[in-house]
């Protein structure tokens, strides 16, 4: 019998890419001529690091644990190990002979980053070939958006394939225990509501949001009321990848082509599959921005920005917003809603962000890390890039500063949402829920059982709108702002770069908001 040391195997490392099916790394790793390593590493220095959270952690022990089962049915469970990735592959390499490792690309945060430049040192070290694999639209070593749009729908339109139909077993290769949040010193945090993780739950809420919540996604995503039931809710799915983005996408226009057959005039499934395929499609768009940009997660993408709220993060202001206690019933309620369930529609997540970006005058960067710890889909390559753009940093995108109260009024016109997050006001009348300082009874609660709000948010909106503003007349920011757009922006949406005479039309630039699910 062939010892177990000498044994030749290609490590399937994965990632960001929880499933069997769908897998083009796995499929790529079962054709070669060495039998198949599924490994997961749990790196206890990333969860060290400030963006991630025991959401995280769980949603994706479930994804592991059902990821586990199906590979067993194929023939080889999923290998864990502890430790970095370096570590874990040298340890591997001392019971095994590793001769490729297949793994999809990662646009994960700059830690992932840093990791991954390491594990690729380690390969040229002991000569392995290292195989990465496209994940969704994300391109990597990209030197333009040119022809982008294009090679998303090429990719995404591609024929579908199927996870490999057995795998050959490694018995004498221990299969390691997925630690629990506990072993790994991740503190709990409150998310008492979260999705449930794992590949299963994935399909089940995708073919549930096409088949029956979507129908008015259209009109129904914008209110946290609605939102909650009518948008796709498939996002934390895709950032850990249980789903694959293309699998969705074909399943979409699927589902769009057997509602055009019906002929059914005023269908209202027609726009809402049509804008949820859009939003698929913005999704990759803003993750490109990271993968050819890592520094935007510490960097205003034009320089102008960098420094415009550096050392102006007001603690208690921020400990306000963070806590839900700013005095503006909508935020609170939206903010309290986030920490509780992991999740909130991107309106009011946009709205979130820009409170505290501009009212509050908080630094997106300190915002950001919390933000991304409260939301089960974090995605950095969608977090970033969307902090700065709702932060006013980018240089290219309008700045949106938007008024709490009247969301709130479009939004959550009957106080509904409010009552449920924040039941101190439960005494206000209804037509005071948004604005309670103007009811006559305020100073009964106000100060008491809840605070004051912590800023004027009219005037606070109209300093940051001069602060933005003014640095956009500075010399030479046009041409800069040229740059960015040429690098960064969509050649789909029709902005226009900002020394041209014709300016960007706002339905355009809207677009560049929609990618919620």
Known sequence: MQSLKKRSVGIVWFKRDLRSEMNHALLQGADADWPVLPLYIVEPEYWLQ?????????????????????????????????????????????QVQIRQIFSHEETGNAWTFERDKAVQAWCREKGVPWTEVWQNG???????RDGWARNWSQRMHAPSVNGPLSLEPLPNLMLGSIPTARDLGIAEDGCTDRQQGGR???????????????LHYRSKMSSPVTGVNACSRISPYLAFGALSLKEVAQATVKQRLVVKAKGQRGDPWRGSLSSFE??????????????????????????????????????HLLSAWQSGETGLPFVDACMRCLKTTGWMNFRMRAMLVAVASYHLWLDWRVTGEFLARLFTDYEPGIHWPQMQMQSGTTGINTVRIYNPVKQGLDQDPTGIFICRWVPELGRVPP???HQPWLWEEAGSILGKTYPFPV??????????????WAVREQPGYRDVANVIQIKHGSRRSGIKMMGGRQKAKPKALTQQLAFDF
Not at 138 to 144: A, T, Y
Not at 200 to 214: A, E, H, I, P, V
Not at 287 to 299: A, G, H, I, T, V
Not at 456 to 468: F, G, M, S, T, V
């Open 138 to 144: 994300v391109v990597r070593r990209l030197k333009n």
């Open 431 to 433: 037509d005071f829920l």
């Open 278 to 315: 859009g939003r698929l499609h913005w999704h990759c768009h803003f993750m490109q921005k990271l993968e050819c940009d890592p520094s935007l997660e510490f960097r205003a993408l034009h320089p102008a920005y960098q420094d415009i709220r550096a050392n102006s993060t007001t603690p």
């Open 455 to 468: 800023i004027n948010h009219l005037e606070a909106a109209k300093a940051a709108r001069h602060k933005i």
């Open 200 to 214: 299963s739950k994935g399909l089940k809420t995708l073919q549930s949001f096409l088949s029956r919540r979507g």
């Open 50 to 94: 400030p963006d991630v959270s025991h959401r995280h952690y769980q949603f994706i022990s479930e994804c592991l644990a059902e990821l586990r089962d199906d590979l067993a049915t194929i023939g080889q469970p999923l290998i864990l190990r502890v430790g970095a990735a370096r570590d874990v592959l040298d340890q591997l390499s001392n």
